[in-house]
């Protein structure tokens, strides 16, 4: 499409449960990132993907969360035992290069509030 | 030090008024350069892309020092609607690149 969508827009999770959040980049564009922004405007990289390779894990915490980008269906950001600090907005981006030259598209984020 | 910082803000401005952010970055081979624009917790747009030429679109205009490590935005002419927070992204190369984001600058026009 001509938008990045997220899917779901606001997601509620009781601590140790599970959240999963999706994303559809633009078409055509082969590079997917994951940010996550709590409460005082901070970006926080997580991952990205080129295509259905990850890119850069760099930014993943890794105990409890994963990430899968699979040919023909939405990307996906998993949390498993979401926990109070996981509360926060997750915005999914996508790029048409990896170079950096080009803008990140952003979708209109995931709320997630673990409660 | 935050490897990109910007004006803490907020800024309060009334309107037709003229007000400049100022972005700093730390890493040298930071390459490109963007303003992005955030309402409300919705997702950030772009607004520009910095170029070392300085670059305008209207009433906003952009402006690169590499030397200084130094990134501009000018709003002339406030408008309510430019109300938001305004973001200083910058990538650097890794390999393949990393997206370091500001803090933002939070701006509210008045009547």
């Known amino acids: 499409g001509e938008e990045v969508a997220q899917t779901p827009k606001h997601l509620v999770r009781g601590e140790g449960q599970k959240a999963k959040l999706y994303c559809a980049p633009i078409?055509?564009?082969?590079?997917v990132f994951w940010y996550q922004q709590v409460l005082k405007n901070e970006f926080k990289f997580l991952i990205s993907?080129?295509?259905?390779?990850?890119?850069?894990e760099t930014g993943m915490p890794k105990e409890r969360f994963s990430a899968k980008c699979l040919p023909n269906s939405p990307c996906s950001l998993e949390i498993q035992a979401t926990k109070l600090e996981d509360s926060a907005v997750y915005f999914c981006a996508s790029s048409q290069t990896g170079t950096g030259d080009h803008e990140q598209y952003f979708g209109p984020g995931t709320r997630l509030t673990v409660t | 030090r935050k490897e990109v910082e910007q004006d803490p803000g907020p800024f309060n401005v009334p309107e037709g008024a003229t007000v400049a952010f100022n972005c700093t970055y730390s890493n040298s081979a930071s390459q490109s350069f963007f303003w992005y624009r955030q309402d409300c917790r919705k997702e950030p747009k772009l607004l520009m892309s910095?170029?070392?030429s300085g670059n305008e679109d209207g009433r906003f205009t952009a402006q690169l020092n590499r030397a200084s490590q130094y990134i501009s935005l000018l709003i002339r002419d406030s408008k309510l609607s430019d109300s938001a927070t305004y973001l200083c992204v910058v990538n650097r190369p890794t390999g393949g690149f990393k997206t370091i984001f500001g803090a933002g600058t939070r701006l509210f026009v008045k009547a």
């Open positions: 078409k055509g564009h082969s590079y």
């Open positions: 910095v170029y070392s």
């Open positions: 993907f080129q295509n259905e390779n990850v890119f850069d």
